[in-house]
């Protein structure tokens, strides 16, 4: 099995960030899947799970490998939102996203010392 990077805790929900692309949702109590959601690359960084917006919609948020920031709906494993954090062609992300106030930050490194 792949190991976790992430792991968040919300609600009812675990959700877990795998090295093979995954992001997945578990029950909390009983650990049956609910969804998974596949990332564009490697996720590395931890899930920040959260309320966000008037509506209150439980989002999880990102980043993989090569850079790309997500925002899943956390109910159903629904992509709302993917975008390449930054322009530098070995952009990589594997810090935490921290929302602050309805912003949120996306530490952003890159892999040139590997290129």
Not at 48 to 66: E, T, Y
Not at 74 to 88: E, F, I, P, S, V
């Given at each position: ?113 590997a290129s």
């Amino acid at each position: 099995h792949p190991t976790n990077r992430g792991v968040a805790l919300y609600g009812d929900k675990v959700y877990v960030a795998t090295t093979d692309c995954n992001l997945v949702a578990l029950d909390a109590k009983t650990g049956c899947k609910h969804w998974t959601f596949r990332a564009s690359a490697e996720v590395r960084t931890p899930v920040l799970v959260d309320a966000v917006g008037k509506s209150g919609k439980r989002v999880a948020l990102f980043g993989d490998l090569n850079g790309r920031a997500y925002a899943v709906d956390a109910t159903n494993g629904a992509l709302l939102w993917k975008l390449k954090a930054d322009d530098h062609p070995t952009a990589t992300i594997t810090g935490a996203p921290v929302l602050r106030a309805g912003v949120l930050y996306v530490p952003v490194s890159s892999l040139e010392e590997a290129s």
